[in-house]
């Protein structure tokens, strides 16, 4: 049941209950923060409230976070300038399967795409990313098992340059948020990137798995410290993922989601429009 349901079949026919909806809007993994908000603005609203009437309101408040209108995909680079994506996230959040479906996304646009196979922590995740490559016809650069993140990426970008690619996507390991060294690995990668383009990576995006609820929102917390985070994917839409904490990243990183993935293939991978995901998913 979706959150503006929820609210409508906890209250309707009954005075509102503040203490209940807080809790029913912490539990739609919107964060305590926004749920104070929320439940503050409506109980400074004027005249008598009901399910409906508070509904609407959270449907509006919503609305007003993420916007009404989707964030563009990156502009593709020009010839020798392709735009660069970096992807991190924490293991197991489907970080390597998004960066494929999006590489197919983006070639589906008419654009050529490069892969950076970075993630040299996992083996698996190597030869993962090289069988997406193949399946979707993208090239993908990587290394040999614990090799240097960093020297890939470089090689990458100097195969995306000289082929004239329009977008570099780096798949990176991945990494628990407390962890300080592999987070400064990252900072090494945005370094070594900048090499050969001082502004690379144009975006720097977070994966979350939206079945982790609050554990999101102090996930991309951690990453936009190091990354300075231009977007967030979304992963298993499709599951027992709420997807409040969409709303949550938005709201107190300002970072915008910008693709969802709602199931295993790789149509199942879309950009985020928030009023379909206001409809539909809350």
């Not at 739609?28 to 008598?48: F, N, P, T, Y």
């Not at 991309?220 to 499709?238: C, H, N, P, Y």
Request: proline content about 4%.
């Amino acid at each position: 049941m979706g959150l503006f349901q929820n609210i409508l079949s906890r209250f309707r026919g009954k005075e509102i209950d503040w203490d209940d909806m807080e809790e029913t809007l912490v539990r739609a993994d919107l964060g305590i923060r926004l749920s104070l908000e929320i439940v503050e603005r409506l109980r400074r609203k004027k005249g008598k409230l009901d399910a409906d009437s508070v509904a609407e309101t959270c449907r509006e408040e919503i609305t007003a976070i993420l916007g009404n209108t989707a964030v563009a995909p990156p502009a593709p680079g020009t010839v020798g300038h392709p735009t660069v994506i970096l992807v991190a996230g924490v293991n197991g959040v489907g970080k390597t399967t998004s960066i494929a479906k999006l590489a197919a996304f983006l070639k589906n646009q008419g654009h050529g795409v490069v892969l950076a196979a970075a993630d040299t922590f996992r083996a698996a995740a190597i030869e993962q990313l090289k069988i997406w490559g193949e399946r979707i016809s993208v090239p993908v650069v990587a290394t040999q098992y614990q090799g240097d993140p960093s020297a890939v990426c470089f090689e990458a970008h100097r195969k995306a340059i000289t082929e004239g690619a329009a977008y570099l996507i780096c798949d990176t390991a991945g990494r628990l948020h407390t962890r300080h060294n592999l987070m400064e690995e990252l900072k090494k990668i945005r370094r070594t990137l900048a090499k050969q383009d001082e502004s690379a990576p144009h975006e720097r995006w977070i994966v979350v798995d939206a079945t982790t609820g609050s554990n999101a929102v102090s996930q991309a917390r951690e990453f936009q410290s190091t990354l300075d985070l231009t977007g967030v994917i979304v992963t298993k839409l499709d599951g027992s993922g709420k997807g409040g904490s969409v709303v949550a990243i938005q709201h107190e990183l300002g970072v915008p989601t910008r693709f969802i993935g709602t199931g295993e293939s790789a149509e199942d991978f879309q950009p985020f429009v928030p009023e379909k995901f206001v409809q539909t998913i809350l």
